[in-house]
């Protein structure tokens, strides 16, 4: 079992900055895929970024490539999600997410084991 709890959400303006960060316990950290997943009001469910267990692979969805970038420190079992260029389509609950799973791209496509509750993010004009 894993926990993940997230924070850092909140209303900004666009073209604003924010950063997330999600705190981990439970078992190994180290055995986790982590990534970010953020579902708006009415939407389906979006892939936002992953990051592979010792962070040397990331992906990211169309989106938000170029403007976010997902980092994790191992030593503090967390992973933060940066967020550059915010735009109001960027308004979602923002949860992150682990997979005990052999690769990130499984994230890519949807998958994870365990999710936190979620913080929101909110960009206004």
């Known amino acids: 079992q894993v926990q993940l709890v997230e924070s850092g959400g909140g209303l900004v303006q666009a073209g604003d900055s924010l950063r997330l960060s999600c705190a981990t316990s439970?078992?190994?950290?180290?055995?986790?895929?982590l990534g970010w997943f953020r579902q708006a009001p009415g939407k389906e469910r979006e892939f936002v970024a992953v990051i592979s267990r010792i962070g040397s692979i990331t992906y990211y969805g169309d989106s938000v490539k170029g403007r976010f970038t997902i980092s994790r420190d191992n030593a503090k079992n967390t992973v933060a999600l940066q967020m550059n260029s915010l735009k109001p389509e960027d308004t979602a609950l923002y949860y992150c997410?682990?997979?005990?799973?052999?690769?990130?791209?499984?994230?890519?496509?949807?998958?994870?084991?365990?999710r936190g509750q979620g913080t929101q993010v909110t960009v206004s004009l």
């Open positions: 997410a682990a997979y005990g799973g052999p690769t990130p791209q499984a994230m890519f496509r949807g998958m994870y084991d365990y």
């Open positions: 439970g078992r190994t950290y180290n055995s986790y895929i």
